[in-house]
Structures are given as structure tokens and as C-alpha cells.
């Protein structure tokens, strides 16, 4: 097995940081295939997230008809669906919205856990990274505030990280 070396010259994936080598994606959505995956419970709130995530997309160079939109009833049902798009191979980067607002049951540890912990399986059993843009709130007046377009938009976060995390995995080895 040879060892890996990065190229030689210009456009090297590794920038020199400190004196070693740092491998860093960037936020471009040119030529990316990116999805997304929001919820249709809150919607309310994941409206402005999608929003946020669409309008990310667009300043970092994707047109909005390049970008697929998928509706799941609630964030329990993401990672299905993130599975599902993860094995078709079309895209090199998901983007998970939904929001889950704390009541007066458990029910909110058990949805918000489980969505969390099965995107994260999606990612790691299939390596295509999956961005966790799924709110986690006490209370509703949280959720407007961490979906608002003018108080930095998590949806808008989320597609970010996507389109940085596509664009590192293509540059590794």
C-alpha cells in the first residue's frame, strides 16, 4: 500500500498552516449535487430554514432549479429518507432541516435523538456527510430565533457545512 502525498505545485488540496498540512473544503455549490431533506411538522419554522438553506446555495454559485427539495412528514423520518438518497449515489452531500420543540412528554428525547443519531449513521455507513440543520428547542420563541433569516438562519448554516463537507471529502484521499 503506497502512502499518499499531495500534488506538487499550485491548487493543493493541503494549505500550510503553522508548517503542517491542513486539508480544508471550501463553500462552493458550484458543480456540487447537494439535497435536501426537511420536515413537514413545524413547518412554520422549517420554511425559514429551507429558505435560508436555499438562498445559501444560491450565493455560494448553485441555481435554485439544480436543487432537490424532499418533504418528510417529521424529523423521525429523515434518516430513511437520507439513507435512501445516500445509496442512490446522486449526491455528494445531504442537507437535513426540521425543528423539535420541547413539550411536557418525553416525546421530544426520543424524536430528537433518534433523528440525530440515525443521520449521523447515514453519514458514517455511507460517507456522504449529512448536515444536521434540525432545531432542538425548549420553546417556540427559541425556534424563531435560530430559524430567522436576519439572526444567522441554522438552515443556511447547515447547507454551508454541507457544500464545506463535500468539497473536503472530494480533495481527501
Request: proline letters at 5%.
Amino acid at each position: 500500500m503506497s502512502k499518499w502525498s499531495p500534488p506538487q505545485g499550485g491548487n493543493s488540496p493541503l494549505e500550510a498552516d503553522h508548517g503542517t498540512r491542513v486539508a480544508k473544503g471550501s463553500c462552493s455549490a458550484h458543480g456540487r449535487r447537494v439535497v435536501v431533506i426537511a420536515s413537514e411538522f413545524n413547518d412554520s419554522v422549517v420554511a425559514q430554514l429551507l429558505e435560508g438553506a436555499v438562498e445559501a446555495w444560491v450565493k455560494h454559485g448553485g441555481a435554485a432549479a439544480e436543487l432537490l427539495v424532499v418533504r418528510v412528514p417529521g424529523a423521525f423520518e429523515l434518516p430513511v429518507a437520507a439513507l435512501q438518497l445516500a445509496r442512490s449515489e446522486a449526491y455528494e452531500a445531504i442537507v437535513a432541516l426540521g425543528c423539535v420543540i420541547r413539550g411536557d412528554t418525553p416525546h421530544f428525547e426520543y424524536v430528537a435523538g433518534e433523528c440525530a443519531r440515525g443521520l449521523q449513521q447515514v453519514a458514517c455507513a455511507t460517507g456522504v456527510p449529512v448536515s444536521f440543520g434540525v432545531l432542538t428547542v425548549e420553546s417556540a420563541a427559541q425556534a424563531q430565533e435560530r430559524a430567522s433569516l436576519t439572526q444567522g438562519n441554522k438552515g443556511a448554516e447547515a447547507m454551508e457545512v454541507a457544500l464545506e463537507m463535500a468539497d473536503l471529502l472530494a480533495k481527501l484521499p
